[in-house]
């Protein structure tokens, strides 16, 4: 009888060994954690109206800001992805043209395109980690479908850069 428990008592053992490594294999994935960095540039419309080149041409013109042209500095770290809100003071909508360093060499910055007030979405940056610049606009914005009028004032910038979409 001691036989016979001993040895359902090894075989019990081999089998828990043989499912831990199967267990032991099947690890749960994390999900990635979102990281936000928030940065808040400040316009002030003393231009307003004009309707400069930098403005017209959809990017700033490298090293140079003006009140049509903001550029942001990115934080440290590695966010490949950014979304745009400008708060006006006057509570109007803003158009703005999002771009970023000049890869085309003729002096203007490449655009990611434009929005209307704020992205409803991450964009994504070619260049993580590089100047971001933020060309304000009068006139009229396509507001999903719909214009709407583009008289920037006086308001801030808000960048969020992010590590997810």
């Known amino acids: 009888m001691k036989k016979a428990i001993v040895s359902a008592v090894v075989v019990g053992l081999v089998a828990g060994a043989m499912v831990l490594p199967a267990e032991a294999g099947k690890k749960k994935k994390k999900k990635p954690v979102r990281i936000e960095q928030v940065v808040e540039v400040p316009y002030t419309g003393g231009e307003l109206g004009v309707n400069t080149p930098l403005a017209s041409a959809g990017g700033c013109l490298n090293g140079t800001e003006v009140f049509t042209c903001k550029e ?54 070619e260049l993580p980690g590089s100047v971001v610049g933020i060309s304000l606009y009068p006139g009229a914005c396509d507001n999903a479908g719909t214009p709407a009028p583009s008289t920037p004032t006086t308001g801030t910038i808000v960048a969020t850069f992010s590590n997810l979409p």
């Open 72 to 125: 942001i500095i990115p934080p440290a770290g590695n966010f490949p992805y950014i979304k745009i809100e400008i708060q006006d003071a006057s509570g109007l909508t803003v158009g703005g043209f999002l771009a970023q360093q000049d890869s085309d060499g003729d002096g203007l910055q490449d655009g990611y395109g434009t929005f209307c007030g704020a992205h409803a979405e991450s964009v994504p940056l």
